[in-house]
């Protein structure tokens, strides 16, 4: 049985930025009664208007990053969270490549105009002992290899720069980046346009017993698999998994995929873990289903 952190309730993520606002409006119309001119009274409107928007749009952050994308943190295992624009990234300081990395994906974002930068930039959040360099990859015969992918990161400019931090590589065989798991990202896409929202995880696979191979001055960790699961809700939920080896394989899509069941298995990570305990259970318990 797996153990289950469960959000304590929803609702209350919902209802706490609308009685900040309501709070905001009490404390603002006191001003108001207390003012003494009509551009006092404007001012102070203006005011309630104005912060009422960013505790919204604050809310709205808030929401995003902590959605059914996110599994559950692990104890045993080295991690920093590191919250972005566009995705929240497990990452391992001793691996230098995150356990995992989750965001949500929408038809709307798909369709975003924001131009692929292909500049990959230093993650400065990160302490200097613990940060991968661009230049760990010259030479190793491996991808800078995107866990969350830059194009479905088109939406926002700040969200398209982030998917190009360091953090978010790991070192992927070329064929397999360039190739199957590049479909996947793709197909990914077809599927929030015919769906809606997806919530999306991926991350390595690092098998037990250590003696995995490291690049460049950094000692980056090159992992022996990568999985990625994907969860549609709406009238029908349903819920998908792949695993792909780490070498330069060519194989159908549906080739590589499982129950998310048998992903939590190989990786010892919890994922969906916000949806109610039985739905949650079924869903990953779903055999490979024609989406």
């Known amino acids: 049985m797996k153990t289950r952190m469960k959000r304590k309730n929803q609702k209350k993520s919902l209802l706490l930025p609308i009685l900040l606002v309501f709070g905001l409006g009490i404390i603002s119309i006191a001003c108001v009664q207390q003012a003494s ?3 006092r009274m404007e001012d102070a409107l203006g005011k309630i208007a104005s912060e009422a928007k960013e505790v919204l749009r604050q809310s709205s952050s808030v929401s995003l990053s902590s959605g059914f994308e996110m599994p559950a943190i692990r104890e045993d295992v080295d991690t920093r969270i590191l919250s972005r624009t566009g995705y929240t990234l497990s990452y391992n300081d001793e691996w230098r490549i995150p356990n ?11 369709k975003g105009r924001v131009k692929r930068s292909n500049e990959f930039f230093t993650d400065e959040d990160l302490p200097v002992r613990y940060r991968s360099e661009h230049r760990d990859y010259s030479g190793s015969r491996y ?9 479905d990161m088109k939406w926002d400019e700040q969200a398209m720069k982030e998917s190009f931090y360091m953090s978010n590589m790991c070192p ?30 991926c991350g390595p696979i690092v098998n037990d017993g250590g003696g995995h191979k490291r690049i460049g001055r950094s000692k980056v960790l090159v992992p022996d698999g990568f999985f ?7 009238r029908k939920p349903s819920a998908i998994g792949f695993v792909f080896p780490n070498d330069d394989c060519n194989q159908p899509l549906m080739e590589y995929a499982m129950s998310v069941d048998e992903v939590e298995e190989l990786t010892g990570i919890d994922f969906f873990h916000h949806l109610p305990d039985e739905q949650e259970e079924a869903l990953e318990a779903q055999k490979v289903v024609n989406w």
């Open 143 to 151: 991808d800078r290899g995107h866990m969350v992918p830059a194009g």
């Open 172 to 201: 992927q065989a070329p064929n397999l980046n360039k190739g199957d798991w590049r479909i996947l990202e793709e197909q990914c896409r077809k599927w929030a346009q015919r769906y809606g929202t997806l919530f999306i995880a």
């Open 100 to 110: 995992w990395v989750a965001w949500q994906l929408t038809d709307e974002r798909v």
């Open 228 to 234: 990625k699961v994907v969860l549609k809700m709406g």
């Open 37 to 39: 001119s009509g551009h």
